[in-house]
């Protein structure tokens, strides 16, 4: 199944749905929905990635049904890049075509400057080419973090293009902009404006897939001016009496430039040698203003179009053709290689393999089997991992709860505040995390919440293996700036290569006090919106209950 740009958009888009209605409480409706999906997947599919798409596949075709005439972000943003594409090459051709046309207009007394046209239509462009070809092999040879596509999403050009691609949308859109806020209830955008705002929100996340489309346009415009310039020179010297001359203060001689010439030259010389002036020809169309061309020959004025065509041909348009060839290998090197493992796909993945749970059971029910207590420790050997509760299911027959059971239990470490929750309570989260989340928690860790004094423990005692992170985070404190400060520390600082899963928990000993207001939902709420802004890949929220 291959990915395409519009699958990551529309997927994305409908994962964020989803997580706003579980933020909003609604979590079981969207269990049951998405495990009925499951059922009707081939259980034989290979791996994760085939699943996620398949579940893609089937939403689309459930939004259909729900909503007629409607189109996901995906389909419209591709659109979008598949037209400004476009636009942007006819945009080159049509300014190379009149550039070129301008520059070599000639009305018989002086005629065109070869070493003008050759630098500002040959090197230059070459020199530009070569610079951004240059780049490209420093990204696909580091592959980090701190490579080009990383900083794509902050450069003004990426602003410059993103801004001018929602006016021209704004502009082209037929039907006016709906203040109905995204929702579950609102599966789509109605204008491909609206499109584009949702990817300007998504910009950091996305800058890896867009860098290359935006590449490729550039290029696209690139390639197409010298197209036009090319086919601007041909129209002129088809269509008009043209000479060509090449002038210097300095005491150039002839013999120089045949040499430099017979360089440039090489990679056609063997095949077209009358695309390569001989020294008589160089002689003979050099100008002096003092003496005009009166005493030049036709012949010589004119040996130079052939060389300068075949100048753009080879050091102009053939290295854009290779360069527009290295995006789209690079964009599909992207699309194949996109992370299929991140929270939101593991949450997906949960509620598809796990079976709908009674709403009426507790955890804490003595009907249920519950793990043994989390031992609190500080090193790694010191824990226990948890072993999967015998839950119990509802409708699901045997054979499909055990198809369910395939999603595998990650190993993963608990940060905790200091100081705030007791044992009790550390081992019921824990429990819950087991269940809800299947994470195996190895490694319990207590932060003062001071990211100096953090940064040095959590160095030394965090395992290099693809541990899971998550800090127990309560839910009735607000989201304050310092705090979503030290969240983004973590995230860069301490733990580059991993997700960071802030884990909302309510107070159990408020919950359970007379006259309590249950806020958690508003709390949840509010967390998710301050997280959402940050945009950060690597953060994510989950509320516990």
């Not at 007629?68 to 051709?93: K, M």
């Not at 092999?137 to 580091?142: I, N, W």
């Not at 609102?186 to 800058?207: G, R, S, V």
């Not at 065509?309 to 090197?333: A, K």
Request: with cysteine; glycine share 4%; net charge negative.
């Amino acid at each position: 199944m291959n990915l395409q740009l519009q699958d990551i958009i529309d997927l994305d888009y409908l994962m964020d749905l989803d997580e706003h209605t579980m933020i909003q409480g609604k979590s079981r409706e969207l269990t049951v929905r998405d495990r009925e999906i499951f059922m009707n997947i081939p259980q034989e599919l290979p791996d994760d990635k085939t699943v996620i798409l398949s579940w893609l596949h089937q939403r689309r075709q459930m939004v259909q049904k729900e909503r007629e005439n409607i189109f996901l972000p995906g389909c419209s943003i591709a659109s979008l890049l598949r037209q400004a594409g476009r636009f942007l090459l006819i945009t080159g051709l049509l300014s190379g075509c009149l550039t070129v046309y301008s520059f070599l207009a000639y009305h018989g007394v002086r005629p065109v400057n070869v070493t003008l046209f050759f630098t500002l239509f040959v090197a230059l462009p070459l020199v530009l080419c070569l610079v951004t070809m240059g780049g490209l092999a420093v990204y696909l040879l580091r592959h980090d973090k701190q490579s080009l596509g990383h900083v794509t999403a902050q450069s003004p050009l990426f602003r410059l293009v993103l801004h001018t691609l929602s006016w021209i949308a704004g502009k082209a859109s037929l039907k006016p902009l709906s203040s109905e806020p995204l929702s579950s209830k609102n599966f789509a955008p109605q204008t491909i404006q609206q499109a584009l705002e949702f990817f300007q929100n998504k910009n950091f996340q996305y800058q890896q897939l867009f860098f290359w489309p935006i590449v490729g346009m550039m290029s696209g415009f690139a390639l197409g001016f010298s197209l036009g310039g090319l086919f601007a020179t041909l129209f002129r010297v088809i269509t008009s009496d043209m000479a060509f001359g090449w002038q210097s203060t300095l005491t150039t001689s002839p013999a120089h430039i045949q040499e430099l010439v017979s360089v440039i030259s090489l990679p056609w010389s063997w095949a077209m040698p009358q695309a390569l002036p001989d020294m008589a020809q160089i002689q003979g169309s050099r100008i002096f203003l003092k003496q005009g061309i009166a005493a030049l020959h036709t012949q010589h004025l004119t040996a130079w179009w052939p060389f300068l065509c075949m100048s753009m041909t080879t050091y102009t348009v053939l290295p854009r053709l290779i360069l527009m060839v290295m995006t789209r290998m690079g964009f599909s090197r992207t699309l194949a290689n996109h992370n299929f493992h991140g929270p939101k796909f593991r949450k997906l993945l949960i509620r598809m393999q796990s079976p709908v749970m009674d709403t009426d059971v507790k955890f804490d029910s003595p009907e249920i089997p519950c793990p043994p207590p989390l031992s609190l420790t500080r090193t790694q050997e010191e824990s226990k991992p948890l072993s999967p509760p015998n839950l119990p299911e509802s409708s699901d027959s045997s054979e499909n709860a055990s198809n369910a059971s395939s999603l595998n239990f990650l190993p993963a470490v608990l940060l905790v505040p200091k100081d705030i929750f007791e044992q009790d309570i550390l081992d019921y989260w824990a429990q819950q995390i087991h269940q809800k989340l299947h994470f195996s928690i190895e490694q319990t860790i207590f932060l003062p919440m001071d990211f100096e004094q953090d940064h040095t423990m959590l160095s030394s005692l965090i395992p290099k293996t693809d541990h899971e992170i998550l800090i127990l985070q309560e839910i009735w404190q607000p989201p304050i700036r310092g705090l979503l400060y030290y969240y983004t520390q973590l995230a860069d600082k301490v733990f580059p290569e991993k997700n960071l899963w802030i884990v909302l928990v309510p107070d159990k000993n408020l919950q359970h006090q007379p006259g309590h207001a249950d806020h958690t939902d508003q709390d949840a709420q509010i967390w998710h919106r301050a997280v959402e802004r940050l945009a950060h890949p690597a953060l994510t929220i989950e509320k516990m209950e």
